[in-house]
Nanobody
Framework: QEQLVESGGGLVQAGDSLNLSCVAS????????MGWFRQAPGKEREFVAG????????EYADSVKGRFSISRDNAKNTVYLQMNSLRPEDTAEYYC??????????????????WGQGTQVTVSS
């Protein structure tokens, strides 16, 4: 059983930056593809960014391309989401997810096996 714990959320102003972290415990972290998703009130959970188990491949939602960057440190069992130039529409609960058996990057929530509890990001205008 993989456990994921997110941190780094908070209340910021438009244009500010935040760096989210997600620490995993359980199996060998390096075998999992990792992803970040978000869910705003009244909306469905949506893909934000994903990274392959090796860290060599990454994908982003169009809405965050050029502003967000996903990375991982397998030695620390941690995946990061660096968020720059934040906008009010980025306000949401952010979740990290781990998927086993994913060759590269997964963008659909159904492909992930484990989820964290989420961290809130609020961007004021």
């Amino acid at each position: 059983q993989e456990q994921l714990v997110e941190s780094g959320g908070g209340l910021v102003q438009a244009g500010d930056s935040l760096n989210l972290s997600c620490v995993a415990s359980g199996r060998i972290f390096s075998i999992y593809a990792m992803g970040w998703f978000r869910q705003a009130p009244g909306k469905e959970r949506e893909f934000v960014a994903g990274i392959s188990w090796s860290g060599e491949a990454a994908e982003y939602a169009d809405s965050v391309k050029g502003r967000f960057s996903i990375s991982r440190d397998n030695a620390k069992n941690t995946v990061y989401l660096q968020m720059n130039s934040l906008r009010p529409e980025d306000t949401a609960e952010y979740y990290c997810a781990a998927g086993l058996g994913i060759i590269t990057v997964a963008t659909r929530s159904a492909e992930y096996d484990y989820w964290g509890q989420g961290t809130q990001v609020t961007v004021s205008s």
